[in-house]
């Protein structure tokens, strides 16, 4: 993403070329062809060579400040591509595709769009041209294979160039054989590769690419990341489950508003559960990861529950059987009361990242297709959220496809989803449930930029981080 330096236009009518000698002495102007000599002289009879040096160059700052300021208007320093745009020289042919929802994954792509009001994708305004540094992040988990590409905006904030999100269920089948399975494999050696192409497309400074629960589980999971290192060319890094419930935090710092006081934040994974005692009821650090009093991570999740229950025809009393698995890991979770003196009132809520929210949160508002922008730090009561899961409870199976939020990726998962939310629900009970289509990539991209220094370097007439 190189940028012409700010103000590097072509000359204007009338102005001549000035060249250097080789001690970097300043000869004289000469004409340049098909413009007007320096000795024109103009209806006032002054000629531009008669002008003060020190005017013209003057005029020449000014003309540059003029420019940049049209440029930071628009959010767009010159030269530089739209958001998930390619540089012109790296665009592919255009081919037609269908609309990207989660019913058409995973052969579609779904880029990540900017969703007021965490500000996301913040255009970075102040940065000088060119010194834009670009950071990405892969997650390679259970069911999904996401990466994110970004550029720093204000401080703690970023701006996405290009995303890539594709349904692969690399973990489908390794409950019952603790292996991963050839087709599972390949569907995600296919997605890496999409994700190498866009790495390899941009000068990217600095990358973390994870692997989750899946990897960490297989017995195959070491193999499977040699052949992707062979295939798809990248090397990808197995997270224990501290630091992916450490990411996933840091992925949702903007969703914890300042009069909060403690957060019960999960994510519900495809092979396990992340869920983290979030107490900021006293001075706050930057980094909402350094608030976090307690963690577990439960070995279940929507892909490894549904396997084991069945997830195409739940009735209630599998639904109830799932609930009842998932509250005996929690029981055994001894400081799941760390914050229990936080719980009281609606300063304490449950903050959610993952399918399962996002998708009852589409639900909930009735959209059309599923919807980032309306979708990321929604709010939902109590009352909301048990009629969404008594409602998915009363579709049967090509009901829960035929939604747009849901699709055939997801119809035979969500109900698993919901059964873990619920459990989580009993043990953490909150008036209120944030939902956020943010998480470990998020996190991942932040932490890279603050331990790269990039806002305390670039950020120009602004506050510090």
């Not at 010194?131 to 990466?147: H, K, M, S, V």
């Amino acid at each position: 993403m190189e940028e012409p330096e700010a103000g590097a236009k072509a000359s204007e009518p009338g102005a001549s070329r000035v060249s250097r000698s080789s001690r970097g002495g300043r000869r004289k102007p000469t004409a340049s062809p098909g413009r007007r000599a320096p000795g024109h002289r103009s209806a006032a009879g002054q000629s531009k060579a008669d002008v003060p040096q020190q005017t013209q160059k003057g005029k020449k700052r000014r003309k540059r400040r003029r420019g940049r300021k049209v440029f930071a208007r628009d959010g767009q320093q010159p030269g530089q591509p739209a958001a998930g745009e390619l540089p012109a020289a790296k665009q592919p042919a255009a081919a037609p595709r269908a609309p990207a929802t989660r019913r058409n994954a995973p052969d579609a792509v779904r880029e990540h769009r900017p969703s007021p009001p965490d500000k996301r994708a913040e255009p970075a305004r102040r940065f000088e041209a060119g010194e834009q540094p670009i950071f990405a992040a892969l997650d390679l988990g259970t069911n999904n294979c996401r990466l994110l590409v970004a550029v720093p905006g204000r401080p703690g904030q970023f701006r996405v160039i290009d995303a890539f999100s594709r349904i692969v269920r690399l973990g489908e089948g390794l409950s019952g054989s603790g292996r991963l399975s050839q087709a599972a494999m390949d569907r995600a050696v296919e997605a890496l590769k999409v994700c190498a192409d866009k790495l390899r497309s941009r000068p990217v400074r600095r990358a973390r690419l994870v692997a989750t629960e899946a990897c960490r589980s297989a017995d195959n999971g070491a193999e499977f990341l040699a052949r992707v290192e062979a295939e798809a060319g990248l090397t990808l890094e197995i997270i224990d489950r501290q630091t992916e419930a450490r990411l996933a935090v840091s992925g949702c710092g903007s969703l914890v508003e300042r009069d909060t006081s403690g957060v019960v934040l999960f994510d519900i994974g495809g092979g396990s559960s992340e869920i983290a005692l979030i107490d900021v009821s006293g001075r706050r650090s930057p980094r909402l990861a350094n608030h976090i009093v307690s963690w577990t991570s439960l070995p279940v999740g929507v892909v490894s529950l549904a396997e084991r229950f069945g997830g195409r025809n739940v009735t209630r009393d599998t639904f109830a059987a799932m609930v009842a698995d998932v509250a005996a890991l929690l029981a055994a979770f001894d400081e799941r009361d760390r914050i229990r003196h936080l719980m009281q009132g609606s300063r304490f809520h449950l903050l959610g990242t993952s399918g399962t929210v996002t998708t009852l949160a589409g639900v909930h508002l009735g959209l059309e297709r599923y919807d980032r922008r309306r979708v990321d730090g929604l709010w939902m009561d109590n009352a909301s959220v048990d009629s969404m899961i008594e409602k998915l409870l009363g579709w049967d199976f090509q009901a829960r496809v035929a939604n747009a939020c849901i699709g055939a990726d997801r119809a035979d998962l969500v109900l698993a989803g919901c059964a873990i939310l619920e459990a989580i629900r009993r043990v953490w009970p909150s008036e209120r449930l944030r939902v956020a289509d943010r998480g470990l990539r998020e996190g991942i991209l932040s932490e890279l930029m603050a331990d790269d220094g990039v806002w305390r370097r670039h950020w120009r007439n602004g506050p510090r981080p």
